[in-house]
């Protein structure tokens, strides 16, 4: 298994700022995943990131929204610009797994926008 | 991308088995299944995988019908600590989450 730190754990932000997450992994791994948890709510994907590429997100989702860095195959930021309470959620961050469809994943960001 | 249905919440006591159905009518010949369980304010966390016929490893087993079109996911003797939501997923490689199960245990 990876080990996958997230990192803030959790923040409180004003509307209209930005908040940047960062997912450091212990290992090289091609693909990561970002997704939002709202209260209450499966996962989301938000995007997947990969090393030396645009991120690619799903319906929904705009990088001018959810900027994504992948400076190199250990690390990613995914930034939630603009914030308003509806950003409100836990985002997480994520990697394949050895088998497919096998996922470890972060902890976590509590984010709460007021 | 294939749709999985799950019932939406579960109770159950201490010392029971839980059997868990997914139902994945339009699941495609190379997409495997998956089951995730999350506790509260927790990333999800690696189940039990399986492609056909059953699975079984130290945590859970896993039935699949020789038609593929659902799962079970099979908890022996539950816990109160196997109070959780438990998310069955299919797929090659992207994972797109349903809603999930909620399980509750009592003592």
């Known amino acids: 298994s990876a080990v996958i730190s997230q990192k803030p754990s959790r923040d409180i932000c004003q509307r209209g700022t930005s908040l940047t997450i960062q997912c450091q992994v212990d290992?090289?791994?091609?693909?990561m995943f970002w997704y939002r948890q709202q209260p209450g709510q499966s996962l989301t994907l938000i995007a997947t990131a990969n090393q030396g590429s645009e991120a690619t997100y799903e319906s929904g989702f705009v990088i001018d929204k959810f900027p994504i860095s992948r400076p190199n195959l250990t690390f990613s930021t995914l930034t939630v610009s603009n914030m308003s309470p509806e950003d409100s959620s836990i985002y997480l961050c994520s990697i394949p797994g050895l088998r497919d469809t096998e996922a470890f994943f972060g902890q976590g960001t509590r984010l709460t926008v007021v | 991308l294939a749709k999985t249905t799950q019932p939406i919440s579960m109770d159950s006591y201490e010392g029971q088995e839980v059997n868990i159905t997914c139902s994945h009518n339009n699941i495609a010949t190379n997409d495997y299944i998956t089951w995730y369980q999350q506790f509260p304010s927790q990333g999800p966390r690696f189940i039990i995988q399986?492609?056909?016929t059953k699975v079984t490893n130290e945590v859970a087993s896993l039935f699949i019908p020789a038609d593929r079109k659902s799962s079970t996911l099979s908890l022996p003797r539950v816990s109160l600590s196997d109070t959780a939501v438990y998310y069955c997923l299919v797929g090659p490689d992207k994972l797109i989450f349903g809603t999930g199960t909620r399980l509750q245990v009592f003592p």
């Open positions: 399986g492609y056909k």
């Open positions: 290992s090289q791994v091609t693909m």
